[in-house]
C-alpha cells in the first residue's frame, strides 16, 4: 500500500508558475498527475514512467506543464508554466506499478493540492 503526499498549490497570477511535488512511500512506481476542477470530471494532465523516460501531456498541457522524477528521492515533480485561468483546480498525484497513461486506473492517490489562478 502505497501513501501519496501532495504539496506546492497555492494562489497564482495568470502567466506565472508554479511547481507542485509529490512522494512516495514506496519505489517502482509509474506516477502520473491530474486535475479537477469543480462541476468536472478528474482528467490526467501527465504521466511518466518508472524510469523517467517516458512522458505523456494532456493536449492543453503540452509546452507549458513539465512531468519529471526524482527516482532516488521517490518524488515527483510538476512545473507549471503560462498557467491560464482554466488551470484552477485540484490537483492530484497518483501511481501504478503498471498502468502508463492519463485514464483514472491509477492504484494509488494522494489528497490533491489546489492551485489557483487569478488575474
Known amino acids: 500500500q502505497a501513501q501519496v503526499v501532495e504539496s506546492g498549490g497555492g494562489l497564482v497570477q495568470e502567466g506565472g508558475s508554479l511547481r507542485l511535488s509529490c512522494t512516495t512511500s514506496?519505489?517502482?512506481?509509474?506516477m502520473a498527475w491530474f486535475r479537477q476542477a469543480p462541476g468536472k470530471e478528474r482528467e490526467g494532465v501527465a504521466s511518466?514512467?518508472?524510469?523517467?523516460?517516458?512522458?505523456i501531456y494532456a493536449d492543453d498541457v503540452k509546452g507549458r506543464f513539465a512531468i519529471s522524477r526524482d527516482v532516488a528521492e521517490n518524488t515527483l515533480y510538476l512545473q507549471m508554466d503560462s498557467l491560464k485561468l482554466e488551470d484552477t483546480a485540484m490537483y492530484y498525484c497518483?501511481?501504478?506499478?503498471?498502468?502508463?497513461?492519463?485514464?483514472?486506473?491509477?492504484?494509488?492517490w494522494g489528497q490533491g493540492t489546489q492551485v489557483t489562478v487569478s488575474l
Open positions: 514506496g519505489v517502482g512506481y509509474v
Open positions: 497518483a501511481a501504478d506499478r503498471l498502468y502508463y497513461g492519463l485514464n483514472r486506473l491509477y492504484t494509488y
Open positions: 511518466i514512467s518508472r524510469s523517467g523516460d517516458g512522458e
